[in-house]
Protein backbone atom coordinates (compact mmCIF):
# COMPACT_ATOMS: atom_id res chain seq x y z
CA UNK A 1 0.00 0.00 0.00
CA UNK A 2 1.56 3.50 -1.04
CA UNK A 3 0.69 6.69 0.67
CA UNK A 4 0.69 10.19 -1.01
CA UNK A 5 0.71 13.43 1.09
CA UNK A 6 -0.45 16.88 0.12
CA UNK A 7 -1.52 20.19 1.29
CA UNK A 8 1.48 21.61 2.83
CA UNK A 9 2.82 24.80 2.60
CA UNK A 10 3.74 28.07 3.69
CA UNK A 11 1.06 30.02 5.79
CA UNK A 12 0.77 33.13 7.83
CA UNK A 13 0.50 32.40 11.79
CA UNK A 14 -2.95 31.74 12.83
CA UNK A 15 -4.17 30.58 9.34
CA UNK A 16 -5.01 26.93 8.07
CA UNK A 17 -4.35 23.71 6.22
CA UNK A 18 -5.97 20.62 5.22
CA UNK A 19 -3.33 17.87 4.44
CA UNK A 20 -4.35 14.56 2.49
CA UNK A 21 -2.86 11.42 2.29
CA UNK A 22 -4.47 9.18 -0.25
CA UNK A 23 -3.84 5.19 -0.61
CA UNK A 24 -3.52 3.14 -3.37
CA UNK A 25 -2.22 -0.24 -4.02
CA UNK A 26 -4.82 -2.82 -3.22
CA UNK A 27 -7.60 -3.15 -0.77
CA UNK A 28 -7.80 -3.35 2.31
CA UNK A 29 -8.67 -2.44 5.88
CA UNK A 30 -7.72 0.19 7.96
CA UNK A 31 -6.68 -0.32 11.68
CA UNK A 32 -5.78 2.49 12.51
CA UNK A 33 -4.35 6.23 10.86
CA UNK A 34 -2.19 8.96 11.99
CA UNK A 35 -0.42 11.92 10.91
CA UNK A 36 2.96 12.85 12.93
CA UNK A 37 5.67 15.36 12.52
CA UNK A 38 9.24 15.93 12.27
CA UNK A 39 11.19 18.99 12.98
CA UNK A 40 15.10 19.85 12.27
CA UNK A 41 16.62 19.09 14.75
CA UNK A 42 14.26 17.10 16.67
CA UNK A 43 12.73 13.54 16.94
CA UNK A 44 9.33 12.51 14.83
CA UNK A 45 6.70 13.03 17.21
CA UNK A 46 2.96 11.98 17.26
CA UNK A 47 0.64 14.56 16.13
CA UNK A 48 -3.06 12.83 15.66
CA UNK A 49 -4.26 9.46 15.90
CA UNK A 50 -7.51 7.26 15.04
CA UNK A 51 -8.36 3.77 15.40
CA UNK A 52 -10.59 1.59 13.69
CA UNK A 53 -13.67 2.83 15.76
CA UNK A 54 -12.95 6.49 15.18
CA UNK A 55 -11.65 7.11 18.61
CA UNK A 56 -8.86 9.56 18.08
CA UNK A 57 -5.88 11.20 20.29
CA UNK A 58 -4.02 14.41 20.01
CA UNK A 59 -1.01 15.42 21.17
CA UNK A 60 -1.46 18.23 23.44
CA UNK A 61 -0.11 21.07 21.99
CA UNK A 62 -2.78 20.81 18.94
CA UNK A 63 -5.40 19.85 20.80
CA UNK A 64 -8.28 21.83 19.87
CA UNK A 65 -6.29 23.30 16.70
CA UNK A 66 -6.31 20.08 14.85
CA UNK A 67 -8.44 17.40 13.44
CA UNK A 68 -7.97 14.00 11.99
CA UNK A 69 -10.13 12.67 9.95
CA UNK A 70 -10.51 9.70 6.79
CA UNK A 71 -12.64 9.19 4.31
CA UNK A 72 -12.69 5.52 3.40
CA UNK A 73 -14.42 5.61 0.11
CA UNK A 74 -11.68 7.96 -1.36
CA UNK A 75 -8.97 5.56 0.80
CA UNK A 76 -7.55 9.40 1.86
CA UNK A 77 -6.46 10.82 5.57
CA UNK A 78 -6.78 14.45 6.24
CA UNK A 79 -5.25 16.23 8.99
CA UNK A 80 -7.46 19.82 9.22
CA UNK A 81 -4.78 22.36 10.97
CA UNK A 82 -6.29 25.41 12.16
CA UNK A 83 -5.14 28.74 14.32
CA UNK A 84 -1.31 27.07 13.11
CA UNK A 85 1.48 28.95 14.97
CA UNK A 86 5.31 28.81 14.34
CA UNK A 87 5.86 26.02 16.03
CA UNK A 88 3.56 24.01 13.70
CA UNK A 89 6.31 24.28 11.46
CA UNK A 90 7.75 20.43 10.48
CA UNK A 91 7.60 17.88 8.22
CA UNK A 92 4.31 16.08 8.22
CA UNK A 93 4.34 12.28 7.65
CA UNK A 94 0.83 10.12 7.54
CA UNK A 95 0.97 6.65 8.84
CA UNK A 96 -1.57 4.11 7.71
CA UNK A 97 -2.14 0.33 9.12
CA UNK A 98 -4.29 -2.25 8.12
CA UNK A 99 -4.47 -5.52 6.74
CA UNK A 100 -5.66 -7.76 3.93
CA UNK A 101 -6.14 -10.94 2.36
CA UNK A 102 -4.61 -13.03 -0.09
CA UNK A 103 -6.82 -15.93 -0.01
CA UNK A 104 -7.01 -17.19 3.75
CA UNK A 105 -3.78 -15.75 4.65
CA UNK A 106 -4.32 -11.95 6.56
CA UNK A 107 -1.59 -9.91 6.22
CA UNK A 108 -1.06 -6.78 8.23
CA UNK A 109 1.06 -3.70 7.11
CA UNK A 110 2.42 0.08 8.40
CA UNK A 111 3.04 2.40 5.92
CA UNK A 112 4.12 5.75 5.78
CA UNK A 113 3.77 8.74 3.46
CA UNK A 114 6.50 10.27 1.51
CA UNK A 115 5.98 14.05 4.08
CA UNK A 116 4.88 17.36 3.44
CA UNK A 117 6.74 20.40 3.94
CA UNK A 118 4.58 22.91 6.43
CA UNK A 119 6.18 26.54 6.99
CA UNK A 120 4.05 28.81 9.72
CA UNK A 121 5.36 32.12 9.29
CA UNK A 122 5.02 34.38 12.39
Known amino acids: VQLQASGGGLVQAGGSLRLSCAAS????????IGWYRQAPGKEREMVAT???????NYAESVKGRFTISRDDAKNTVYLQMNVLKPEDTAVYYC?????????????????WGQGTQVTVSS
Open 95 to 111: RVMGYYYSGPVMTQFGS
Open 25 to 32: GRTFSVSG
Open 50 to 56: MDSGGTS
